[in-house]
């Protein structure tokens, strides 16, 4: 069975980092598509990173800010987040999903993914 397990988020104040983690279990992310969202209250869920066939996509706003990165030993996929701004306050979460074309990944729809984590809290104050 696929299980999507995040770690890390919390608080912190704008200008600071934090670093998610999300461990995939039942098979390896390497075969499929992966992807981070982000959900703030009383708005739709985001895409922020895509990954997938050697390439990584970013959502506008968070280029040149947040980095995905992945340990294969591990089948853990990362998200650093620095320069933090209380518009990313948010929940995140990591998902996964069968392989998809550049297209569909960069646009990254959350539909297109089956599995998610439980999502983890990220809170950024002024």
């Known amino acids: 069975q696929v299980q999507l397990v995040q770690s890390g988020g919390g608080s912190v104040q704008a200008g600071g980092s934090l670093r998610l983690s999300c461990t995939i279990f039942?098979?390896?992310?390497?075969?499929?598509?992966i992807a981070w969202f982000r959900q703030a209250p009383g708005k739709e869920r985001e895409g922020v990173a895509a990954?997938?066939?050697?390439?990584?996509y970013y959502v506008d706003s968070v280029k040149g800010r947040f980095t995905s990165s992945q340990d294969d030993t591990k089948n853990t996929l990362y998200l650093q987040m620095n320069s933090l701004k209380p518009e990313d306050t948010a929940m995140y979460y990591c998902a996964a999903g069968a392989f998809l074309g550049a297209p569909k990944l960069a646009a990254m729809i959350p539909s297109d993914f089956q599995y998610w984590g439980q999502g983890t809290q990220v809170t950024v104050s002024t």
């Open positions: 039942g098979y390896s992310y390497t075969w499929y598509s």
């Open positions: 990954i997938g066939g050697g390439r990584t």
